[in-house]
């Protein structure tokens, strides 16, 4: 892919710009960055640095979420809603931006499933029923993200990649399409 006067992402193999997220990003624009590495290395072979500041050697830059530089780009996710985001490029630079507001957790949700069981059996003066379901089951550990994180800069970055073949049909490398 080229950005603006023929700076690349990736050229002959060889990668042309790092990823720059902030220094404490959210789940999901960390989330973004390292699917942006891994799948851009899945199409092209060349492993993209994750940096909190741009490269002085990289020729261009991604910025995943909102960061120091993306202010200065005067970028601001305050009309992002509900997964919306903003895809921008400039001479040396590509802008994969969203809201990615981290959801926070009730306090509840921090007790221990048995523990959250017997708060409720309190409570309503029943016995919790379906072992399956109740509180706190909407947090992904191997994704590091709940589904409540907004995830506008993720969204940016699959459409991106969207934009260069890349296809997922189901979950796993087996059902990939990467060009």
Wanted: hydrophobic share 40%.
């Amino acid at each position: 892919a080229c950005l603006g006067a023929g700076e690349f992402i990736v050229r002959d193999g060889k990668p042309g710009a790092d990823i720059v997220i902030a220094a404490q990003p959210t789940r999901s624009a960390r989330l973004a960055a390292l699917e942006l590495q891994a799948n851009i290395q899945k199409i092209s072979g060349a492993k993209l640095e994750i940096v909190t500041s741009p490269l002085a050697n990289a020729a261009a830059h991604i910025y995943v979420g909102r960061s120091a530089f993306t202010d200065t780009l005067k970028m601001t996710d305050a009309d992002l809603k509900d997964g919306a985001f903003r895809i921008s490029s400039g001479k040396d630079y590509l802008l994969l931006f969203g809201n990615d507001a981290d959801f926070q957790p009730p306090a509840a949700w921090k007790l221990s499933r048995e523990e959250q069981i017997k708060q409720w059996d309190a409570l309503t003066g029943e016995k919790f029923g379906h072992p399956n379901l109740g509180p706190g089951r909407s947090y992904n550990p191997g994704l590091g993200i709940w589904e409540a994180d907004e995830r506008g800069s993720l969204n940016a970055v699959y459409e991106f990649l969207r934009g260069l073949g890349a296809r997922w049909y189901y979950p796993g490398e087996i059902r990939e399409c990467l060009k």
